[in-house]
């Protein structure tokens, strides 16, 4: 298991070389002079050049990415085009935000998705599933943003129960919590309802059933667990995606994550942000996927015996 | 097993590139951001027909009444600051925080006049190339130390070596300290415009000592030394920072404690928690939300014209548009009442002239062309198309995308057929710093509040394209009058030869003007002390609330 973990880890270092070349390439190709979007709408062109020679921009894209390239593997993800403050510790200020938030947020999602998931599968066609299937399909349908407003009218201009954004205690977690952990909600239930089906029709519920097993047991112990593999996988890949930042989340709600960082990066393309984001949400992700993984052994005993085999 | 697990790392690579594409297409904004206004000489400009007087809730000389109850201020603004370095900024938001934490060689009051901050006097030789100023000697930095002429040469010399300030500097010569509260600023030429330079945020007057002992750190929140009524005490990038009363400062010491800004980069969250009473002012009310704000009677809206230009460029050395009166007749095509009352909401005026109305050297006497599209058929049959053309329009993002929907529908009723390209920013620019283009819509906000930065850059021959001419213009008489205006030091003289400039460029016209945009704050009812500054340039330090 730690081999297989180690090997994992390890395949990392290609995918952050792939991710930044691409990220790079695909930045430098875009349209746009750097140096002049940097410079600002009304620079002339003496400050266009200056900032373009500051910036190292006037040397060809490839000696560009080696530069970068050198100094990441020092651990120096260079310092953004626009505030020139140093990218790593800009990055790590916003990334435990956006941390937290995902947290709650896929917590809502689960507490949410797999109760109504378990009861639409054992009751399917009954009025508790096809009420929890409207409302996973309202939950999936409904934009981030509009339900951020939303919800921001209701609890903080008119009851003035909530605060309406920015970071501080633990009421500004409800809202933006609610707003992101719902639409994950409505794709986990639907995950949870079709794979429960499936499994509770399978031939070993039947013969638990057989035998006499109580209904919540079998339920609970013999369906759930091997029903939870899909399920597992999608809140791994939300939850990992939630870590990317929710941008329109955090513009609503003024959140200070790292979502809007990519996007503001993106759109003044300060490419030395961008990449130090994508670096580390790259990371991220596979990390979490790699928990996943693991996660399967846990609770797929068969799974669990394939990495002794190997 | 493994397979699975190879096949997650790729997509998580493909899912961050896609991730990247993604975000890439979105809009990007394009309303510049760069501000550090100032008025040269007497204000000759009359008061703009709509918009209204900066409604003040409260006069700052009240404040010493001894009613005061709370001072410390919240405030919401969209986007965070850049840097605290002023010679690495030269956006609004960052030169809002670093007007009230440092100090400059001159300012300018609420109505935009040239007053003096650091400097109680200037004086300019006869030629125009040499500004003497006069230093106040009690001023001293935050920590006590005085500031000296050594110090404005200092911050002077520093500012011709960066990039962001390199432009502002540019006709600079040499910096003589006379002695230690007298500075000589020598140009290479007579340069008008320097006299409103001074009073850039980016060239706020720095500590040669806390620069030197602070090196590349200097800028972070630790490092930084003003001379200004206000210190940093914390910055949360991207959530908030908070600006404290210098109880060092040397002129008078403002009522407001301390000061919290909020990045709220929704405008309707931004509007929502001004009435929620969680901010006590907005810095910018968006048009869509100035209805809200205004019907409710917790908050007061002010509104004054901004320093800001919409307009439909047209690139004069394509073949149609090579023909003034094509020029003239898609102005006289165009109603540009509607574009106020959809685009903006009626938050705004119709751009009369060239030059922005908050900006001394606008003039009135300018008349925008009516709305006549018989006229603008006329014109066109004269030039030579009786039925029209086709023609492409360059634009990006949402409003302007509605805009160039409003053109397009308006000319194709004098015939014209317009093709609507919407771009990227970035791919925006780039095509029009090309001149591939035919017609494009654009803003301009003047950053140095004088006229020199409306025209020149956009107008003058030398700087096509990137630079901000990119309606191609070349015309001798356009460039004689812009040099003649920026050389000229006769402040009433020089405001003339804009006048002319004006009347030219309507004749000429490059561009179809199209609005001028409000500046709207949202504060509570209650607040007091504010007062609106014509260049949006807004003093805090006078904010507080009864008890």
New interface residues.
Partial sequence: MSR?ILK?LV??IP?VI??TF??YF?LSL????TA??I??????????E??RK?LGLDQPVIVQYGKYMLNLLRGDMGQSY????DVFP?IM??FPNTAKLAFWSILVAVGIALPIGIISATRQYSMIDNVGMVAALLGVATPN?WLG?ML??LF??NL?WL?????GGWKNYIMPAITLGTGDAALITRMTRSSMLEVIRQDYIRTARAKGVPEKKVIHKHALKNALIPVVTVIGIQF??LL?GA?LTE????W??VG????DS??S?DTPM?LGA?VL??IT??VV??AV?ILYAFIDPR?KA??KRK | MRKSGNAKLVAAAMAAAMMLTACGGGGASSETTTAAPAAGGESTTAAPAAGGEGTTAAPAADAGSGNIGRTDIVFAMQGDIVALDPAQQQDTTSSIILKHVYSTLMDTDNDGNLVGDLAESYEINEDGTAFTYKLREDAVFADGTPVTAQDVKFTYDRAKDMPKTKSNTSKIQEVVVDNDHQVTIKLVEPYAPFATIVTSSNLSILSEAAVTAAGDAYGDVDNILGSGPFVVKEWVPNDHYVIERNENYWDEMPVTTSITCRVIPEGSARTIALEAGEVDLVWNVDPTDCANVEANPDVLLLSQPSSSIEYLGMNVTKEVFADQRVRQAINYALDKQAFVDTIIEGRGTIANSYINSAIPGWTDEVEAYPYDPEKAKELLAEAGYPDGFSCKIYVNGDVRTRSAQMIQAQLAEVGITVDISTYEWGALLDSLNAGEHEMFILGWSNSSFDADSSTYQLFHSTNHGATGNRAFMTDEKVDQLISDAAQETDNAKRMELYKELQFYLHDFSPWCPLYYRDDNVGVRADLKGFELHKGANHYLGNLYYEN
């Avoid at chain 1, 875009?30 to 002079?33: E, H, K, M, V």
């Avoid at chain 1, 410079?39 to 266009?48: W, Y």
């Avoid at chain 1, 605060?163 to 970071?167: E, L, W």
């Avoid at chain 1, 809007?260 to 996007?263: D, G, N, Y």
């Fill in positions: 297989y994992r395949m990392l995918v792939g991710v691409m990220v695909i875009s349209p746009g002079d002049a979007m410079a600002g709408e009304t620079a002339d062109a003496e400050t266009i200056a900032v500051d626009k505030s020139k403050r800009s200020a916003s943003f407003l921001i009218i903080s201009l003035g605060p309406s954004g920015g970071m990992g995606s990317g941008t513009t609503v709600f003024a200070p994550g809007r960082i990519v996007v993106i759109k393309k961008v994508i949400l790259t992700f596979s996927n790699l993984d799974i394939q990495y």
